[in-house]
């Protein structure tokens, strides 16, 4: 099987797909139809490359932690998606996307976000290309994240609270594809993860693979091959691991882990670990794994985090597992905090609360002194700073 890439219609197995309301298929078929020969031509990728070199800060390090590695015995390298310009892998997405929106002759850009990083980076990318921006973003998640709401404004964008339901990123969601049916002809989305309508889980993938690309020369510099043991990402939507998971999906020897936002515990009715906890259905346009009732309605999630508080995934993430190619962890608020309060005081590195999901996966699994394992560190713990100083 090919995990890398969707069918032409959108589908990784099972999973994907384009479900939408008939306003939005000429805005989705445009897509469908165009993004592939817009981002492989020469031209966009001369742009786009540039970009990624001089303006976000590419290639980011790839760091050997000998502090985690003596303490986990195992060797750890982290990839610092944390040191690009605005702080995380966002960026990376943010920037292809409003290029490709440039393209197609798009003047607005609206986007979701729930962490505030794909905001950010989104505000970001308007500023530097000149188009309008408006990011929608849950009421709860607003005062939670309320360094990066200020960074988005000054950033001459236009934050509107999402108010209905769980008022996190779900809703804020919700509220961005209503926004996208109103305005479909000027109006390009700029979704933040592999979540969406296909073809929008294929070109987040695509643009955020550049993590795993680099992954591969870099460790072919430093220990003389491309491939480690094991990556490690943690997994909302799935944007980081995607792009951390893409060029090893189909190199059987690179065993993968996921961790998800287990929250309160799985039998908590606090989580947002979907391949737990979720069924098949169709959430935001793609048919996927959801938390979700018997007869269809989303359950609330929950996680520390507000980039993983989610209650679907991706569906590049449900194909990998449905069949097995990925091993998933639950990992709990109270895991991540201790996570990353570790990194931070014996590495000197505050990580995002993101991230600490997947640096929790040191203390919950055995490695070999000798297995290299590779963990994608999404982004910098500047947002969650009010969290983390309430432990202190």
């Known amino acids: 099987m090919n995990y890398q890439n969707p069918d032409k219609n959108g589908y990784y197995g ?9 306003m939005l298929y000429p805005n989705v078929e445009e897509l469908q139809g165009q993004y592939l020969d817009i981002i492989n031509s020469e031209e966009f990728q001369t742009e786009f490359r540039d ?10 390090p790839l760091y050997f932690s000998k502090n985690l590695s003596e303490k986990y015995q195992t060797q750890v390298y982290l990839k610092r998606e944390d040191l690009n310009h605005t702080g995380a892998h966002k960026i990376n997405n943010a920037l292809g996307q409003v290029l490709l929106a440039k393209k197609l002759g798009k003047k607005r850009i609206i ?9 950010v980076a989104t505000a970001t990318a308007c500023a530097l290309m000149n188009l309008e921006c408006i990011v929608y973003m849950g009421e709860v998640d607003i005062a939670r994240q309320a360094p990066n709401v200020g960074r988005m404004k000054m950033l001459g964008a236009t934050v509107i609270p999402a108010t209905s339901g769980s008022k996190t990123l779900k809703d804020a969601v919700n509220e961005a594809l209503r926004d996208w049916i109103n305005n479909p002809s000027t109006t ?14 294929d070109l987040v993938a695509r643009f955020q693979s550049v993590i795993s690309e680099e992954i591969k020369w870099q460790l072919k510099e430093i220990i003389g091959r491309e491939n480690p043991d094991y990556v490690i990402a943690c997994v909302g939507g799935g944007s980081n691991a995607a792009g951390t998971f893409y060029h090893f999906v189909d190199e059987p020897a690179v065993k993968i882990i996921a961790a998800e936002a287990g929250g309160f515990g799985l039998d908590s009715g606090k989580s947002a ?27 609330e999630p929950h996680s520390i985090s507000a980039g993983l508080d989610y209650p679907g995934i991706g569906p590049f993430h449900a194909n990998l597992f449905k069949e097995k190619r ?8 109270e895991e991540a905090l201790k996570s990353a309060f570790e990194l931070t005081q014996i590495e000197g590195i505050i990580p995002a ?13 055995n490695f ?17 700073m009010e969290t983390y100083l309430k432990l202190l």
């Open 14 to 22: 099972e999973f994907g797909g384009a479900f939408v309301p008939e």
């Open 51 to 60: 970009l990624l070199k001089n303006y976000v800060g590419r290639a980011t």
């Open 111 to 119: 986007a979701e976000t729930g962490a505030g990083q794909h905001g």
């Open 188 to 201: 390009h989305y700029i979704i933040g993860s592999v979540v969406g309508p296909h073809p929008f889980p």
């Open 273 to 299: 670990a979907t391949t737990f906890l979720g069924t098949l259905g169709v959430l935001h346009g793609s048919k996927s794994l959801v938390m979700q009732t018997e007869d269809g309605q989303v359950i």
């Open 326 to 333: 990925a091993e998933f962890f639950s990992i709990t608020d």
């Open 353 to 365: 609360l993101e991230s600490a999901h997947a640096l929790a996966v040191l203390g919950k699994k």
């Open 368 to 384: 070999k002194k000798e297995d290299v394992v590779v963990i994608c560190l999404s982004g910098r713990g500047d947002k969650d």
